[in-house]
């Protein structure tokens, strides 16, 4: 489900924190990110430098206003940061030993 497949997709409310250790949506309730709006998983874990950071760039242009982003990575996206800033977005991470969450929000 959420590690088996790269890309982005919306999670209904039920499936997101069922599936694929750490538990996401337990990470996602732990971030400062606005839990009443819907969100896309873009899960770039297997990708290696630097295409999660293109592909979250990217994937943020079409992002609805009222969504939240939630990235899946391996480490947390030191480079990702000021570009976020950069335009406008506010962001927190959670980090795990099998994983890194990071929300991203208007």
Not at 6 to 31: H, K, Q, V, W, Y
Request: proline share 10%; aromatic share 6%.
């Amino acid at each position: 489900m959420f590690g088996g497949t790269l890309g982005c997709r919306r999670p209904d409310a039920s499936d997101m924190p069922e599936n694929d250790p750490p538990r996401i949506g337990e990470l996602f309730e732990r971030t400062d990110a606005p839990a009443d709006r819907p969100r896309d998983l873009l899960d770039v874990r297997e990708l290696g430098p630097p295409h999660p950071l293109k592909r979250t760039l990217e994937t943020l242009v079409d992002l609805d206003e009222r969504a939240v982003l939630v990235q899946l990575n391996d480490r947390a996206p030191q480079h990702l940061y000021p570009k976020l800033r950069d335009r406008g977005f506010d962001y927190a991470t959670v980090e795990t030993d099998e994983c890194v969450v990071t929300a991203i929000w208007r």
